[in-house]
């Protein structure tokens, strides 16, 4: 009776820990979703690690699902989507409705993408030329 009640309870505890690694790694590979709408205001930020799996040919070493995902719900006038990283040689991939865009880093280890923004969904993907991982902040704003 006593080893039933001990493989029970190693049971459990192996099944809650899967389970709580599983979400945990779900929840990892989803994207946020960031809703712009016309009334959007700005700025807004998100951190993350750049770099991947993936290597993408033009933009570097990309995930192999978008960090970010950006709904735009109607035509936005100006938009700026840009990355920040200290570190390392941060590329911005960008497919969305209107096709898909790689922008690499500039002197300032800042890839940006800005202008009019078309109504639909954005999957944004933070990359590295050379397959290295950083941290980032991803910026969205109506700055110019």
């Keep these: ?11 459990f ?13 779900a929840t990892r590979l989803l994207a946020e979703t960031i809703t712009v709408s016309g009334n959007f205001s700005g700025p807004m930020t998100t951190q993350g690690q750049s770099g991947g799996g993936v290597n993408s040919n033009d933009c570097g070493f ?3 699902n978008p960090q970010e995902m950006i709904r735009v719900t109607e035509k936005i006038n100006y938009l700026r989507l840009s990355v920040e990283s200290g570190t390392g040689n941060p590329t911005l991939l960008i497919d969305g409705p209107d096709g898909r865009f790689c922008l690499l880093a500039d002197s300032g280890n800042n890839p940006s993408l ?8 954005y999957k944004v993907y933070v990359g590295d030329e050379q397959g290295q991982s950083h941290e980032y902040t991803l910026r969205l704003s109506t700055q110019r």
């Design 62 to 64: 990309v995930p192999s």
């Design 13 to 25: 505890l192996i099944t809650a820990l899967a389970t709580i690694l599983f979400g945990l790694t």
């Design 114 to 121: 800005s202008g009019i923004w078309m109504p639909g969904e």
């Design 1 to 11: 009776m006593l080893a039933m009640k001990r493989q029970n309870h190693t049971l």
